[in-house]
Every structure is written in structure tokens, then in C-alpha cells.
């Protein structure tokens, strides 16, 4: 039997995954962050409440807002949904979209597209630190 097999199993299966999981997740809130304010200065602004309506929580939205697109909230991992709309500014997918009498204003899906690649990165750099960090 090698010795230390138990210590590198032991950490392996425990230390290495918490430590993967947060730092996905601080990866994940710092791009939600970064994604919300780049979509809140591309939203076209009258009177502001469609703006405030925008931002992002860990798993389902707040009521009445309007989910656009999001992971699978039963894949087990964390879900962090980006939202946009609520009761009183429930025309964000006619901003997006556009109507028959409205051209589009694009701030949600264009936001993500510019920063999707930094943020994917960012969340692998972290976790290839922790990987790394977690060998030694």
C-alpha cells in the first residue's frame, strides 16, 4: 500500500470540490456584476424603472420580472439567473425585440454576447487556481 493514499483521496473528494465551488461561484457574481452593469448603460432610459429593473440572483428571479434565457436550475450546480423587467417595466422584451411600431433597442442579449467569453474565462481561471492551489 503507498502511503498518503487516504490524506490524497480524503482531499481530493472533499477540500478540492468546495474549494472549485467557490470559486466558480465568486467567478459567477463577479461576471453577473460585470454583465448587469454593462446592460444597464445600453438600456435605453425614460424614466429609468426598466433600468432598475435589471440584475441577477442565484436561482429563480424575483416575481413578476422576465427571464430571457438561464441554465438549468436541476443540473445541481449553481444557477445564477439574469433578469430584466418587473411589474412596472414589464416591456423589457419589447426593447430587446422590438415591436410592429417599435425598432429594437438590443441591451440584454448584446451585453451578453460582448462579455460571455471573458466571463467563461474568468470562471475557468478560478477554478484551475483552486485545482492548483489545492495540489500542494
Known amino acids: 500500500?503507498?502511503?498518503?493514499?487516504?490524506?490524497?483521496?480524503?482531499?481530493?473528494?472533499?477540500?478540492?470540490?468546495?474549494r472549485l465551488r467557490k470559486s466558480a461561484i465568486a467567478a459567477m457574481e463577479t461576471g453577473a456584476d460585470e454583465l448587469v452593469a454593462m446592460?444597464?448603460?445600453?438600456?435605453p432610459v425614460e424614466k429609468g424603472e426598466l433600468r432598475d429593473s435589471i440584475g441577477w440572483t442565484f436561482g429563480k428571479p424575483p416575481k413578476g420580472t422576465r427571464v430571457i434565457g438561464q441554465t438549468d436550475p436541476?443540473?445541481?450546480?449553481?444557477?445564477?439567473?439574469?433578469?430584466?423587467?418587473?411589474?412596472?417595466?414589464?416591456?423589457?422584451?419589447?426593447?430587446?425585440?422590438?415591436?410592429?411600431?417599435?425598432?429594437?433597442?438590443?441591451?440584454?442579449?448584446t451585453s451578453w454576447?460582448?462579455?460571455?467569453?471573458?466571463?467563461?474565462?474568468?470562471?475557468?481561471?478560478?477554478?484551475?487556481?483552486a485545482i492548483k492551489s489545492g495540489s500542494v
Open 74 to 109: 436541476n443540473s445541481g450546480d449553481p444557477v445564477i439567473t439574469i433578469f430584466a423587467g418587473n411589474d412596472k417595466s414589464f416591456y423589457a422584451a419589447f426593447q430587446e425585440f422590438g415591436t410592429v411600431n417599435m425598432q429594437p433597442n438590443p441591451f440584454f442579449f
Open 39 to 43: 446592460m444597464k448603460t445600453l438600456v
Open 1 to 18: 500500500m503507498v502511503d498518503g493514499v487516504n490524506a490524497l483521496t480524503a482531499k481530493l473528494t472533499k477540500q478540492i470540490p468546495d
Open 113 to 129: 454576447r460582448t462579455l460571455r467569453r471573458r466571463i467563461r474565462a474568468r470562471i475557468t481561471r478560478e477554478i484551475n487556481k
